[in-house]
């Protein structure tokens, strides 16, 4: 079951956020979540197996140019995430179909996303959920 979530909902997600983003603070990520609920321009859904969360993503409209789209705004894929025990099961499918059906609410034609050049798993779900790559990138900075 998708659900999109609720403000009750934010340390769910925030939990299973520390997944995908391990390095980050609980704390930061129950503010951040809280905060993108709220706004008309981003979504959150949950996945559920019963009473339990197994997974969520997160999706904005970007407004400035995404890479390879033509159209604004954009809905964007900004983080996706399934407990290792529910994946290969069509749970991050059902949470893309969510986003996309909000995106496409929000009236964007393009829905995309991204991800880090050696994320292979990543690279593979996107292939999988009919994501088309579009460009590759390598970033640099330098300290001033």
């Known amino acids: 079951?998708?659900?999109q979530a609720?403000?009750?909902?934010?340390?769910e997600v925030a939990q299973l956020a520390l997944q995908l983003w391990p390095g980050n603070s609980l704390e930061?990520?129950?503010?951040?979540i809280s905060d993108l609920i709220k706004q008309p321009d981003a979504a959150v859904f949950l996945a559920?197996?019963?009473?339990?969360?197994?997974g969520f993503a997160q999706?904005?409209?970007?407004y400035d140019y995404v890479e390879g789209t033509g159209?604004?705004?954009?809905?964007y894929l900004e983080g996706l995430y399934v407990k290792n025990d529910?994946?290969?099961q069509g749970v991050a499918e059902d949470l893309v179909n969510a986003c996309e059906n909000w995106a496409k609410r929000k009236g964007c034609r393009e829905f995309a996303s991204d991800c880090e050049l050696d994320n292979e798993v990543s690279i593979?779900?996107?292939?999988?959920?009919?994501f088309k790559e579009v460009n590759r990138v390598v970033c640099f900075k330098k300290d001033l």
């Not at 609720?6 to 340390?11: E, F, G, M, N, V």
């Not at 930061?28 to 951040?32: A, G, K, L, P, V």
């Not at 559920?48 to 197994?54: Q, V």
């Not at 999706?59 to 970007?62: D, W």
């Open 59 to 62: 999706c904005q409209l970007r």
């Open 86 to 88: 529910f994946r290969n």
């Open 6 to 11: 609720k403000s009750q909902d934010t340390a």
């Open 1 to 3: 079951m998708i659900t």
């Open 71 to 75: 159209s604004s705004p954009v809905g």
């Open 124 to 130: 593979a779900v996107h292939h999988k959920l009919g």
């Open 48 to 54: 559920f197996h019963g009473s339990e969360s197994i």
């Open 28 to 32: 930061d990520f129950i503010h951040e």
